[in-house]
């Protein structure tokens, strides 16, 4: 079975730029999350997709913003780009829709690069 | 609100040493806790999981964690380290009525087994 896959690997981006991070989930997983990991930051919760909603975003300003398709993949939206929105972005899937107890399951990840 | 405290950034141990990485959390109702591992330049992967029964959950790599209720932790251990285990470990929980939210992370423990 396939897992969760990401893309592209890298992306290099100029401030002011716009950048699109695709994800494809695992096949039958509903639920997609975007994460952002910058250098000593942790993973800050960005979006979170079911069913093709969005159901919750993270603290991050509107510039942030994505999408999930009929089938159930998602793309992640940075307008405007920061040097500081530079980080390792990361895209996870669960099944079990409504179920707590589900882990997530996440891709390799996007490395942004806004120079 | 979750939250989750990981209060070592950098925990050093020998080869063959037994390791422990510590977690304490915080959420209004029963716990859900997970352990992910990062290695350089990947994304996360699953370890193991408390949900409920047994306080010590037994996971991937031989790795294993103790559920403990009253000192609201989720320390992750293993008997005897191995280089390979070298790399950044985040707990998680989501609190047991909140359905598939996106898990919260501390900010995780960068973990080195010196030879």
């Known amino acids: 079975e396939a897992g969760v896959t990401q893309s592209p690997t890298h992306l290099i981006k100029t401030r002011g730029q716009q950048a699109t991070l695709r994800c494809s989930p695992i096949?039958?997983?509903?639920?997609v999350y975007w994460y952002q990991q910058a250098l000593g930051l942790g993973l800050q919760f960005l979006l979170w997709?079911?069913?093709?909603?969005?159901?919750n975003r993270g603290n991050f300003p509107p510039r942030f913003s994505g999408r999930q398709f009929p089938n159930y993949s998602s793309e992640l939206n940075v307008n405007a780009l920061e040097l500081e929105d530079s980080a390792l972005y990361l895209c996870?899937?669960?099944?079990?829709?409504?179920?707590?107890?589900?882990?997530?399951?996440f891709g390799p990840g996007t490395r942004l690069t806004v120079t | 609100a979750q939250s989750v405290a990981q209060p070592e950034d950098q925990v050093n141990v020998a080869e063959g040493n037994p390791l422990t990485v510590k977690c304490t959390y915080s959420v209004s109702g029963n716990p859900y806790l997970f352990w992910y591992v990062q290695y350089p330049n990947r994304g996360l992967q699953f370890l193991l999981k408390y949900i409920t029964g047994d306080n010590l959950v037994k996971g991937s790599y031989g790795f294993e964690a103790e559920f403990n209720k009253s000192q609201t932790s989720f320390h992750l251990k293993k008997p005897s380290a191995l280089v390979s285990d070298s790399a950044l470990y985040f707990c998680a929980v989501r609190d047991s009525h909140s359905g598939n939210t996106p898990l919260v992370f501390g900010k995780g423990t960068r973990l080195s087994v010196i030879a």
């Open positions: 997709y079911d069913e093709g909603e969005e159901r």
């Open positions: 096949s039958g997983h509903t639920s």
């Open positions: 996870a899937s669960s099944n079990g829709p409504g179920l707590a107890e589900y882990e997530q399951y």
